[in-house]
C-alpha cells in the first residue's frame, strides 16, 4: 500500500508560478515511476507529467512542455511539479500517482496504482 498526500495548490494570476509537492509513504519510492495528472471540471483525468524512479527520465504533455518541471527527491519520498507561467487553462485538481514501473512513464491514468486526494490550482486571467 502506498500513500500519496498532494499540497501546494492555490489561487494564482496568469503569468504567475506554483510549485506543488507529492509526499509518498508505505511503500519503496524509490523504485516507482511517478505521475502528475490534473482533471478540469467536465473533463477526463490527463496526464500532465511523469519521471522514471531515477528521476534521469522525464515525460511531458505538450501543453506544458516548457513551463513544468517534474522533479523528485528519493531521499525525501517526494515528487515536485514546479509550475511556470499558467495559464487560466491550467486550472484543475491535479493528483501525482505512482505506477508500477521502475523506468516506464504511463501516460494513462489507469496505468498507475496508487493516487492522492488531489490539491485545487486555479489561475485567474
Known amino acids: 500500500q502506498v500513500q500519496l498526500v498532494e499540497s501546494g495548490g492555490g489561487l494564482v494570476q496568469a503569468g504567475d508560478s506554483l510549485r506543488l509537492s507529492c509526499a509518498a509513504s508505505?511503500?519503496?519510492?524509490?523504485?516507482?515511476?511517478m505521475g502528475w495528472f490534473r482533471q478540469a471540471p467536465g473533463k477526463e483525468r490527463e496526464f500532465v507529467a511523469g519521471?522514471?524512479?531515477?528521476?534521469?527520465?522525464?515525460r511531458y504533455a505538450d501543453s506544458v512542455k516548457g513551463r513544468f518541471t517534474i522533479s523528485r527527491d528519493n531521499a525525501k519520498n517526494t515528487v515536485y511539479l514546479q509550475m511556470n507561467s499558467l495559464k487560466p487553462e491550467d486550472t484543475a485538481v491535479y493528483y501525482c500517482?505512482?505506477?508500477?514501473?521502475?523506468?516506464?512513464?504511463?501516460?494513462?491514468?489507469?496505468?498507475?496504482?496508487?493516487w492522492g486526494q488531489g490539491t485545487q490550482v486555479t489561475v485567474s486571467s
Open positions: 500517482a505512482a505506477g508500477s514501473s521502475r523506468s516506464l512513464i504511463r501516460v494513462g491514468a489507469n496505468t498507475y496504482d496508487y
Open positions: 508505505g511503500r519503496t519510492f524509490s523504485s516507482s515511476a
Open positions: 519521471i522514471a524512479n531515477s528521476g534521469i527520465t522525464k
